[in-house]
């Protein structure tokens, strides 16, 4: 029925869907076959791995804990609609590791993480922790098992421990979790397994602000997926939520917007992961100005989380979301209440200080506003780059206001350096008009590179001749690819379908940027449109 595979290698085989090839095998075969593959099938063909035991009269496999854990995977198939289906099968499991305590590493470790990954996916993150504190104990202390099976189970738990401290806010640690299990992933995960790894490296990146490290790891899991259904799952899940929410920060095109989102919901539904989808949805409806709209997804947001255990990082973005949605309808004292008693996460990735600030800055009192910062300040680089653009800037307007000129313009540069570097401008949005206009005329006498000016000019709503020869002119391969963007194509289906790489087709737009005097892919569409250059001959 499948392919047989090297057991020590467990990322190097191909599943076979042929059922037929089944008939051709005796029980025993089958079933030790399901024992030694089925990290790779559960995943892919959950439905399909189940009707193979079956096939087999139960008094066959029934006390073979290995096949109940292949069981209890294959409920988190790509597919499955149930989280809590496994938990039967762990249970037989657990059964007969207590009537058999001298079972194989590999089966009570294995039973542990695959428990801690069933909790996880329901939301239990404390038990799943524990559960994997005690895998890792056995891993750690148990020798009997060859070297290359106890690193497959070390990989996996990885895995499992990265995914879980996301929810939870820790993100240094899960970004060391997941960057071990990712040195391991060629010859101990299985595909599903590397496409998961990719997808939390890439959420964790965009959490800190290192965008290019998101896009190249979500590029990745979705790479990995080819093929496959793996990247519209849960396994993908984290690699489209980052792929929508990189589009929200960098305001790109409609088109994309939309075909994102799809994907985004059909990946997260049913896992963990929707109510932190539900949460991008939110802040992506708040960016066009559907307040209300955001509030009731943020109010689904909270409905779906209620039973998660411990201090969800997505609970404290949530409150900031709706407390910046409140104070923009001009509710000020709800806002203010919403925020009560919050702590900023990890590195500041959910930081209430800097709506604070915002208030105390609007009702006249610069002073409380630096305050307020100055935690976020002090912390400089290991802040989460993603929110620096917008502190630095309302520490320049707080300045300015105090007029201390020179620390205005400081803050103000390093605003702008960092909007510009991350290709976005909705920290500017938020300072009042008259404010953001002195700072921008001020720092136009200052010397500014090429994508800060241009950053400046679009945020003045300076508009240079749309038709207007360009001083340097779009190469032919530029042409074409500005076509491609113009279709919402991805940089990935770019790279594809003119048989270049994707960093290839990056450096291409990153020209073309440049060129167009654009700072984000909509600029440079509506830019080429204006000259005429998305013709098709």
């Given amino acids: 029925m499948w392919q047989r595979y090297p057991v020590n290698s467990r990322n190097d085989t191909t599943v076979d869907p042929r059922t037929s090839s089944a008939l051709q095998l005796d029980h025993r075969t089958l079933l030790e076959t399901i024992e030694a593959m089925w990290p790779q099938i559960a995943p892919i063909q959950g439905s399909r ?18 096949i109940l854990l292949a069981l209890a995977a294959s409920h988190r198939s790509i597919g499955s609609t149930s989280r809590s289906a496994a938990l039967p099968w762990l249970r037989a499991v657990d059964k007969a590791i207590t009537a058999d305590p001298a079972s194989p590493l590999d089966v009570r470790a294995g039973y542990l993480i695959q428990l801690a990954t069933t ?19 056995l891993i750690e202390q148990d020798d009997s098992l060859e070297i290359s099976r106890r690193i497959d189970l070390s990989a996996s738990f990885s895995l499992q421990l990265g995914l879980t401290r996301i929810h939870l806010g820790a993100f240094d640690e899960s970004q060391f979790a997941l960057a071990l299990a990712e040195g391991l992933a060629d010859e101990h ?6 496409v998961e790894v990719h997808s939390g490296l890439a959420y964790v990146a965009y959490q800190l602000g290192d965008f290019a490290e998101a896009e190249k790891h979500s590029d990745l899991a979705l790479q990995h997926a080819e ?20 589009l929200v920060e960098q305001d790109s095109s409609t088109a994309d917007h939309d075909s994102l ?44 989380s209620a039973s998660y255990t411990g201090e969800l990082v997505l ?18 004292d709800a806002a203010r209440s919403t925020l009560a008693g919050l702590e900023p996460s990890q590195h500041h990735v959910t930081c209430p200080a800097r709506l604070i600030a915002l208030s105390q800055f609007t009702v006249g009192d610069p ?42 313009g ?36 200052r010397p500014q590179s090429p994508a800060t000016a241009a950053l400046i000019d679009r945020l003045s709503g300076g508009a240079t001749d749309e038709t207007a020869a360009l001083a340097d002119p779009l190469s032919e391969r530029e042409l074409v690819i500005v076509r491609h963007l113009a279709t919402g194509a991805t940089l990935s289906q770019i790279g594809v379908e003119l048989f270049i790489s994707v960093n290839t087709v990056k450096s291409h737009v990153r020209s073309i940027y440049r060129k167009l005097s654009a700072t984000n892919r909509r600029e440079a569409i509506a830019r080429a449109i204006a000259l005429g250059l998305t013709d098709s001959h």
């Fill in 189 to 194: 995960l299985s595909p599903a397994e590397t």
């Fill in 119 to 137: 909790e996880r996916s329901m939301g239990d993150f404390v038990s799943a922790l524990a559960h994997l504190e005690r895998a890792r104990t």
């Fill in 315 to 332: 609970e404290a973005g949530s409150r900031i979301l709706r407390a910046e949605i409140l104070r923009s309808l001009g509710e000020t």
């Fill in 227 to 246: 093929g496959t259904e793996l990247g519209r799952s849960a396994f993908g899940a984290l690699a489209q939520l980052t792929r929508f929410l990189l």
């Fill in 410 to 445: 400081i803050a103000f540069d390093r605003a702008l350096l960092a909007g510009a570097t991350h290709d976005i401008s909705w920290p500017f949005d938020t300072l009042p008009g008259e404010v953001l206009e002195h700072l921008l005329a001020l720092a136009t006498e």
């Fill in 261 to 304: 989102l799809r994907d985004l919901r059909i990946a997260s539904r049913n896992s963990d992961w929707e109510p932190d989808a539900l949460f991008a949805e939110a802040l992506s409806r708040y960016a066009v100005g559907a307040a209300i709209e955001a509030l009731d997804l943020l109010g689904r947001v909270a409905r779906l």
């Fill in 49 to 66: 791995l189940r009707d193979a035991v079956r096939s087999v009269p139960e008094g066959e496999w029934s006390g073979r804990p290995r």
């Fill in 367 to 408: 002073q409380a506003a630096l305050d307020t910062l100055e935690d976020c300040l002090r912390l400089g680089d290991l802040h989460s780059t993603r929110a620096m653009a917008q502190v630095y800037a309302l520490s320049a307007a707080a300045h300015y206001d105090l007029g201390r000129t020179i620390a205005s």
